[in-house]
Structures are given as C-alpha cells and as structure tokens.
C-alpha cells in the first residue's frame, strides 16, 4: 500500500530563512510519481512539481528545489530566502502506475506542513 | 481561463438534508475526483470518474453520491446517511486516470452543519 510520511507538522520561520519540508514514501511499484502542492489560507490546491520515479536529479524552480532520494525514499522541499508569501500548508502526494496490483488513479496525501513565514 | 469552478463557497446543511455540492471544469479533462479534508489531515478520496458516465468509489464513500452526465461537470451529493460531514471539499480534474497525470484542483467548497 502507498503512504505518504510529512513529519514536520508545523514549521516557524523568519523572513529571508531557508526552510526544508520533509517527505518520506512508501510504495511497491518501481514506477511511481511524487507532487507537492501548495494550500494557501485561501484552500485552494495549488500544483508545484511533479516527478517519475527515474527522474533523480534535482530541480530548482526559482526560490523553490526539490530533492529526490530513492535510496532514502524521500521527496524533500526547500524554499530559499522564505517570504511571507510563502505561508501556507505544503502536501506531498504519490501516485502509482499499478505494477503490482495496486491502484493507478489514487493520489495519497500525507498530512501537509504547515509552514508560516513570519516578518 | 481554463480551471475548475466549485460552487458554493460556503453551505450549511441540516439534519437530515441531503446538498450537492457543483464542480465544472473547462480544461477538457477526462477524470475527475472528489476529496475531503479535515482539520489537520490530508486529502481522501470520496470517488473519481474516469469518463463519462462511469465512476467509482474512494476510500470513503459511504455516504456519498456522485454523477457524471456531461464530460464537465461531476456534482457530489452529500446525504443524511454522511454524519459527519463537515469538512473542506475539494475537486479535482486531469488529463487521464493514469497515475502519471497530475491533478488540477478548485478552490473547495466548505461545508458546515447546522
């Protein structure tokens, strides 16, 4: 079964701080696919990234970066020089190609970071 | 603009009423999905449609309804037998079924109970 770990329940930070979101996965298939998406108070999920799992290399969009790390099954988030803007709650989610038996519509969510960015 | 619309914002349901809650989206997607959040959790999924006129149970279903008549629109109908259904709704819509597709959500609609 797929399961998706966010540790991190709450983060605080000061502006301009670099912050890191944990996410760590579970899954049988050796295709799956990792996202992140953004909630801002306003509720609306906003879609960050999506990767493959054969798709190792690290992105880097803006203040934003990702790190994927099969050997560690984890998916972290960093956002660099924070803003306030940047508060909200993060959710990391996978999805599964449905090798071995598994669903391949499902999106699971782990429980979301609650980031807030303070002046 | 291409998106997907959730209508209302906020509904107040009372004991006993079943309400629908309305998503359309214009963005030509075949799947379309319903989820619930609560407080301090993530998303789970109530049923999803693949195309129309077809659908299929989440994890959490029960008590809940859903229709997919035209390519666009896939409403949720909460009922009485739901008793517990305050909760942030949300909507999703996507290319194809196939987990590689990434899922485009609405803005949710809040629901409350009276």
């Known amino acids: 079964a797929q399961k998706v770990t966010q540790a991190q329940t709450e983060i605080s930070v000061v502006e301009k701080e670099d912050v890191t979101l944990d996410c760590v996965y579970e899954?049988?298939?050796?295709?799956?696919?990792l996202f992140w998406y953004k909630q801002p108070p306003s509720g609306e999920l906003v879609f960050l990234i999506r990767?493959?799992?054969?798709?190792?290399q690290n992105e880097i969009s803006g203040r934003y970066s990702w790190n994927f790390q099969k050997s560690t099954s984890s998916f972290n988030f960093t956002i660099t020089a924070s803003q306030v803007v940047d508060s909200a709650v993060y959710f990391c989610?996978?999805?599964?190609?449905?090798?071995?038996?598994?669903?391949?519509?499902?999106?699971?969510f782990g429980k979301g970071t609650l980031l807030t960015v303070n002046p | 603009d291409g998106g997907i619309t959730q209508s209302p914002k906020y509904l107040f349901r009372k004991e006993g009423q079943n309400v629908t809650l309305s998503c359309e989206q214009n963005l030509n997607h075949d799947a379309m999905y319903w989820y619930r959040q609560d407080p301090g959790q993530g998303l789970r999924l109530i049923y999803y449609?693949?195309?129309?006129?077809?659908?299929q149970k989440g994890d959490i279903a029960e008590g809940y309804s859903v229709s997919r008549e035209k390519k666009e629109s896939f409403p949720l109908t909460v009922t009485s037998a739901q008793k517990n259904p305050t909760a942030f709704y949300l909507c999703?819509?996507?290319?194809?079924?196939?987990?590689?597709?990434?899922?485009?959500f609405g803005p949710g609609t809040r629901l409350l109970v009276l």
């Open positions: 449609s693949q195309i129309v006129n077809d659908f």
């Open positions: 899954t049988r298939d050796t295709t799956y696919y």
């Open positions: 990767r493959n799992s054969f798709d190792e």
């Open positions: 989610a996978l999805s599964e190609a449905g090798e071995r038996g598994g669903s391949n519509y499902k999106l699971t």
């Open positions: 999703a819509s996507s290319l194809g079924n196939r987990g590689r597709e990434t899922q485009y």
